[in-house]
């Protein structure tokens, strides 16, 4: 079951910041946000998870607005290598990741 | 090695024929999951072990697929009767059990094996 929506596209200038959104309307309060990317021919790769606070790591910081209801990913400094698809996930705190649900992600495409 | 590590990376078979898939997790790892993905969709959730068991086999499409992990470490997933529908890379992750409530526990994916059914 969908319990995100994303753009299907997006497009950044390299050395440029990347703000991608997510719609989580319904998401309930133990459930966290979670994002992954997923690069051609790779497998995803986790990015950042958060519960309502922002969040920030060596690849990009999560926006989580005050009602939960959307966030957004930031990578500040795009480069050609953050061209890929990124999942917008939420999940239960303390369950598995085994039902998460990807969805068909937003395709960034960063340009030179 | 470091990573989640499956075999082989491409697999090509002739409809009807069996296969197996084979994954193994990062050194450490109780959980391990299994994904399919096909061609311009999101992985898509097939099963998922704790251990040796499986927790929650409730993605697989019917009873031509299986997935043993026999001793908690490496898992096959297993297809019969192949269909050119069953076409797709196949994804295992394995991660720590989250045991804590508090959402840590990260997925580790490897890079897939792309079956091809003719």
């Known amino acids: 079951d969908a319990k995100t929506t994303q753009p299907p596209s997006m497009d950044c200038a390299e050395g440029r910041a990347a703000n991608l959104p997510c719609n989580h309307s319904?998401?309930?309060?133990?459930?966290?946000v979670y994002w992954y990317r997923q690069i051609h021919s790779q497998g995803p790769q986790y990015i950042i998870h958060?519960?309502?606070n922002n969040e920030t790591n060596e690849m990009a910081s999560l926006i989580i607005t005050e009602d939960r209801k959307s966030s957004t990913l930031i990578l500040p400094h795009a480069t050609l290598r953050d061209t890929a698809v990124y999942y917008c996930?939420?999940?239960?705190?303390?369950?598995?990741?085994?039902?998460?649900?990807f969805g068909r992600g937003t395709q960034l495409t960063v340009w030179p | 090695g470091a990573g989640v590590s499956q075999t082989p990376s491409n697999k090509v078979t002739e409809k009807g024929k069996y296969v197996e898939l084979r994954c193994d997790p990062i050194?450490?790892?109780?959980?391990l999951y299994w994904y399919r993905q096909s061609l311009g969709q999101g992985p898509e959730f097939l099963i998922y072990?704790?251990?040796?068991?499986?927790?929650?086999d409730s993605g697989l499409p019917n009873d031509r697929f299986f997935a043993v992990r026999p001793e908690g470490s490496v898992s096959t997933l297993k297809i019969q009767r192949t269909e050119r529908g069953d076409s797709a890379v196949y994804l295992c992750a394995s991660s720590f059990f989250d045991m804590t409530g508090q959402g840590r526990t990260e997925a580790f994916f490897g890079q897939g094996t792309r079956l091809t059914v003719v």
């Open positions: 072990f704790q251990g040796t068991g499986a927790a929650d």
């Open positions: 050194s450490g790892h109780t959980a």
């Open positions: 958060g519960l309502k």
């Open positions: 996930i939420v999940r239960v705190a303390g369950s598995t990741l085994g039902r998460l649900y």
């Open positions: 319904t998401i309930s309060g133990n459930e966290y």
